[in-house]
């Protein structure tokens, strides 16, 4: 299989950031989850040791793969409705355990998508739908979808919010077109 250059659009924890419900976020240029997947765990397959499965919510994609091309071979790919957050993905690997990755829906502005890729990798320990529901409540629309509480988000509705702090923090984004 020839080379791919890496096309996933995505944001991790810093090794030394303490894991949590997620460990960064991942933008999908499309709703084609077999290629965005594919992208996607050629990236992390080298950081991680080998990704061995892939689990999603196919809430939001409208076609699930059996599974995908990784580096030369195939992986698995699984869907759980209602044990996985919608907005989140789970990769598993040999050596790191799992990702978590906050998804972020392709249609999103390129700043709220900067946002929530910050505050996924970065912030306080929040969950996948907080944080999206976070987005929309103190930033409004542009994205595909409405989330349904975003008093959970908000906290206590004070400015220190996971999703307040977690934007102002650091992250390692990798990125490639």
Known sequence: MPF???????????????RGPLD???????????????????????LSG??????VNPTYWPTIPDSVPVNG???????????????????LSHTTGSWNLLVIPPETST????R?????SAGPPATASALMAAEHAFHGGSLADRPQDAAE?????????????????????????
Do not use: C, N
């Open 24 to 46: 960064g976020a991942w933008w999908p240029r499309s709703r084609d989850l077999a290629d965005e997947l594919s992208a996607l765990a050629d990236v992390l397959d080298p």
């Open 73 to 91: 071979r195939m992986v698995k790919v699984g869907w759980f409705t209602t044990e996985l957050d919608p907005h989140k993905i789970l990769l």
């Open 116 to 120: 929530l890729m910050a505050a996924a």
């Open 50 to 55: 080998r990704i061995t499965r892939i689990a």
């Open 153 to 177: 988000a908000r906290g206590d509705g004070d400015d220190a919010s996971p999703y307040r702090a977690a934007t102002a923090g650091r992250s390692r984004l990798i990125t490639a077109r």
């Open 4 to 18: 791919r250059a890496p096309t996933a659009r995505l944001a991790l924890k810093t090794v030394s950031t303490s």
């Open 111 to 114: 700043q709220a998508a900067g």
